[in-house]
């Protein structure tokens, strides 16, 4: 079974601009969550989707934005980056999500850099 | 949001075994630990997870505290590929992973 894609792996961007990252679960896997991981705050949740639903949210602000499709498969958007963006933005897919023994599967991650 | 608490960084030898440490004194009744690791270069991968009682895998083993305010993840022979900065987190009744720093465990050949 194929694991976890993330494209693309790494991404060089400049203040203002926006980016969209792509994420594809395993297969048979419905909910996918976003992370964004720096050096100074670890990994930090920004969002999980099910069924094309946003189900939880972390505190982040409103430029971060996701999304789900039919397939399963999530895009995460940030607008209007900032230089305190640049981080590796890990997406984890699992089975349902909403149970307390669910197991995450991470992808490699999305590496971004803001200029 | 119930906490964990990890030394930053730890050392051992080749091939001996590994105790990982990890304290949540907030722990609720409901809320499962769980290890995660992260290789360099890579995303977190799943370890383990337990509730009340010791847990073992492939991988790894997980004694958890009668009070359950701490557990330790037990590497039985650790290799060079297991150095890896090791999480220990607590999913909460939200269903959410909550991250700490985590350890940086090192291998020394």
């Known amino acids: 079974k194929a694991g976890v894609t993330q494209t693309p792996r790494y991404l060089i961007k400049t203040r203002g601009q926006q980016v969209t990252l792509s994420c594809s679960p395993i297969?048979?896997?419905?909910?996918v969550s976003w992370y964004q991981q720096t050096p100074g705050q670890g990994l930090q949740f920004l969002f999980e989707?099910?069924?094309?639903?946003?189900?939880n949210k972390g505190n982040f602000p409103g430029r971060f934005s996701g999304r789900q499709f039919s397939n399963s498969r999530s895009e995460m958007n940030v607008s209007t980056l900032e230089l305190g963006d640049s981080a590796l933005y890990l997406c984890?897919?699992?089975?349902?999500?909403?149970?307390?023994?669910?197991?995450?599967?991470f992808g490699p991650g999305t590496r971004l850099t803001v200029l | 949001d119930a906490k964990t608490t990890q030394p930053n960084s730890m050392e051992s030898n080749e091939e001996e075994p590994v105790h990982l440490p990890c304290n949540h004194s907030t722990i609720s009744g409901t809320d499962y630990i769980h290890w995660y690791r992260q290789l360099p270069s890579q995303g977190p991968e799943y370890v383990i997870h337990g509730l009340t009682s010791n847990v073992n895998n492939r991988m790894a083993s997980l004694a958890i505290a009668e009070d359950r305010k701490s557990s330790t993840l037990i590497l039985h022979r650790a290799t060079l590929r297991d150095a890896a900065v090791y999480y220990c987190?607590?999913?909460?009744?939200?269903?959410?992973?909550?991250w700490g720093a985590g350890t940086k465990l090192i291998i020394k050949p």
């Open positions: 297969s048979g896997h419905r909910s």
């Open positions: 987190i607590l999913r909460d009744s939200n269903y959410q992973l909550i």
């Open positions: 984890a897919s699992s089975f349902v999500g909403l149970q307390l023994t669910d197991t995450q599967y």
């Open positions: 989707y099910f069924s094309e639903t946003q189900r």
